[in-house]
């Protein structure tokens, strides 16, 4: 129990039960995954010109190559979801 508030207790068994029941969740980690885990065809092309120039130079071309920052960001709530609901 939350803090020893039973309503606390109530607001978490929402929360885990309701808001964010198994099918939401893996809704939620199926979107993220094949909208902004999965690499775009330029950045394939990149990496097959060369990979250890793509590895090295991700972060700085964020911005020539779209999806590294929301890809990051992604990546931070999946693993927050999987700490918390995991």
Not at 32 to 55: H, P
Not at 63 to 80: H, P
């Amino acid at each position: 129990m939350l803090g020893g508030n039973p309503e606390d207790n109530s607001l978490e068994t929402f929360v885990s039960e309701k808001l964010y029941d198994e099918n939401s969740l893996m809704t939620i980690l199926k979107i993220l995954t094949e909208n902004y885990i999965v690499f775009t065809a330029k950045e394939v092309e990149k990496w097959q010109q060369d990979s250890l120039d793509f590895f090295l130079n991700q972060k700085e071309e964020s911005n020539e190559v779209s999806g590294n920052f929301l890809r990051n960001k992604s990546k931070q709530l999946i693993a927050a979801i999987s700490l918390r609901f995991g």
